[in-house]
């Protein structure tokens, strides 16, 4: 827990039953935001940095003292206001209200740009709060390793029978959130071929068992990959190297590759390796003439993309996978870039479309045992699903907790409901030793405007329209969610995007059955609404088929 000190120190979420604050909710929002600076979770916990670069769950130390102190006094019918990361108000609400309101990084639109942004930060004024960095509910890798998988088994769904088992990824990109990819490949039972050119990296995805072994030359790993492939078997395979060479490499081989995507940082050309440099050289380089490594890089993605359209065109599945790839490349003058889609619009929308996407939760408890209970009872939920049931059960062996235990899965408009109010069940009964918050990303079916991402491709061309993630933020403020946010810029910078978050608290009252049913049904109906009103044929049928009111197609 924290103490009442203004400078960096070492901050970690309170563990059991003893409460510092008036209640579980208030309890709840000091503990989450505590986890998400426990050096586990964040990246850098002494700038209060969490992820994505520069994502903050505090504006400054000062702020962040002034909302555990607001925290710990707040009333049941009280509400703490945060504007980026500063809490700038206590006001008199009601019980159904939500215990803190937060708007994080939110600009007018002509000033929505960086350089605006940078200044304004640079004066004090505001913060970049990311997704899920300032709104306190960021669990570490989890779940960049779920929406990889989640990603990798709607790929299998649509053009493989619902597994990989028997076909051969190949990607690049064992960073961060790259190094994600193998595992969620094995997961779905698949073989995949990943390139780095960075040698620390892929030992690193090894010693985390997130990648299971290195090649030792391109040969050895398509070797490697076809022996696995032909005897149905799962394996990720490591090779180094740039992959502006070794994925054309392989289409001039006529590799007998099934699914391609990247997720080099392409986003930053300062980042990716050109060709003919040396990864020792890379940093030196491109601090040294910033110009001509920006050309020398785009070009080498101009060859890494015009290969993955060679494999496109030979019949292999092929996506971006949100690392503006295909931008970089026509930049260079690559006229087929955009020849594959990304893959919101090609994997994920139809989910979306359902109401689908990254359900979370944690355990205010700190006991692992908890969350083994909800992975139980998740898996007693829905047992006919059963790409879920693989999750839950490999999530349970492989994935190596950060700060408070918590688990992520992807449910859909009438599931979440039915987890949420289980879990506040198993907490009333006692089967939990504490409470559970219930939250998500911010990147969820109704939730995000983000015309490079989420929202690319709308069916109407609404991609740019971000009235629906402020609805679904009032929404959930009317719901009965225990703290809602709206963001601006995360994930794909300042300028690009406008989202909304909730979290609410299964403390095991029957006020808060009331409320989680009413937000996790209300939250995900935003999905469906806002793919109706868009024109998707499967948000409609959802929406007919389980009752969620359209006016527009009424009467
Ligand atoms: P990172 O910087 O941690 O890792 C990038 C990796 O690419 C590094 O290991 C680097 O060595 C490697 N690399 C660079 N140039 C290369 C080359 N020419 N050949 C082979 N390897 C090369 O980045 P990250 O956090 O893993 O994110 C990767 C990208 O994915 C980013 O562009 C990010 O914006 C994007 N991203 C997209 C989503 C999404 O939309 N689903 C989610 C997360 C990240």
């Keep these: 827990m924290a103490q009442q000190q203004s400078g960096p120190r070492t901050v970690r979420a309170a563990r059991g039953t003893a409460l510092s604050t008036q209640g579980w909710q208030q309890e709840a929002a000091l503990r989450m935001l ?139 990109g064992l960073g961060g959130m790259g190094g994600a990819q193998p595992l969620a490949v094995t997961m779905n039972d698949g073989v995949a071929i990943c390139i780095d050119c960075d040698p620390s990296r892929i030992a690193r995805r090894i010693e985390h068992r997130y990648l299971d072994v290195e090649a030792k030359d391109l040969k050895h790993a398509l070797d490697l990959a076809v022996e696995a492939r032909d005897a149905r078997k799962s394996l990720s395979i490591g090779l180094l190297g740039n992959a502006a060479e070794l994925v054309p490499a392989l289409l001039a081989m006529d590799a007998p590759i099934d699914i391609v995507t990247d997720q080099t940082s392409a986003h930053d050309p300062l980042a990716y390796l050109p060709i003919g440099v040396a990864f020792e050289d890379m940093a030196g380089y491109a601090a040294e003439k910033p110009e ?124 979440r409901d039915k987890a949420g109010e289980r879990f506040n069940e198993m907490v009333a009964d006692g089967t939990l030793s504490a409470p559970i918050v219930i939250g998500r990303d911010h990147l969820d079916c109704g939730s995000v405007a983000s015309p490079y991402r989420e929202t690319e491709a709308m069916l109407d061309g609404s991609d740019a329209i971000a009235d629906w993630p402020l609805l679904n933020a009032m929404v959930n403020v009317a719901s009965g969610a225990s703290w809602v946010s709206i963001h601006h810029g995360g994930g794909v910078g300042i300028g690009r995007s406008i989202h909304a978050g909730q979290v609410t608290v299964a403390d095991g009252t029957k006020l808060a059955g009331e409320k989680i049913r009413r937000v996790l049904t209300n939250d995900p109906g935003m999905g469906v609404i806002r793919h109706v009103d868009a024109g998707y044929d499967i948000a409609a049928d959802v929406a007919a088929e389980r009752g969620v009111r359209v006016p527009m197609r009424e009467g």
């Excluded at 002034?66 to 945060?82: G, I, S």
Aim: with cysteine; aromatic share 12%.
């Design 34 to 172: 505590s986890n998400n600076l426990d050096p586990e979770v964040a990246e850098h916990p002494e700038k209060l940095v969490v992820y994505g670069g520069t994502g903050k769950a505090a504006r400054d130390w000062r702020s962040f003292d002034a909302m555990v102190r607001t925290l710990q006094t707040l009333k049941q019918d009280e509400t703490m206001l945060v504007q980026s990361g500063r809490p700038v108000g206590v006001m008199q609400t009601h019980e159904w209200a939500p215990r803190v309101l937060i708007a994080n990084s939110n600009l007018v639109g002509d000033w929505a740009n960086w350089e605006e942004f940078r200044r304004l930060e640079a004066l004090g004024l505001t913060m970049y709060g990311q997704m899920t960095a300032g709104s306190w509910i960021y669990i570490g890798t989890q779940g960049i390793l779920q929406g990889t998988y989640e990603t990798f088994a709607a790929v299998a769904a649509k053009r493989f029978n619902g597994s990989l088992a028997g076909t051969i990824t190949l990607t690049a």
């Design 292 to 415: 001509e490594f920006t050309r020398r890089s785009r070009e080498a993605m101009a060859k890494h993309v015009e290969a993955m359209v060679g494999f496109q065109d030979k019949g292999a599945e092929v996506f971006d996978y949100g690392n503006s790839i295909r931008g970089e490349a026509q930049l260079a003058g690559y006229g087929r870039a955009f020849d594959f889609p990304g893959f919101v619009p090609a994997y994920i929308r139809p989910l979306f479309c359902e109401g689908k996407g990254p359900f979370r939760w944690a355990a205010l408890s700190g006991d692992p045992a908890d969350i083994a209970k909800t992975d139980q009872a998740i898996l007693d939920l829905f047992p006919e699903n059963e790409s879920l049931a693989r999750w839950i059960k490999m999530a349970g062996e492989r994935v190596h907790y950060q700060g408070l235990p918590a688990r992520i899965c992807w449910l859909g408009y009438g599931e």
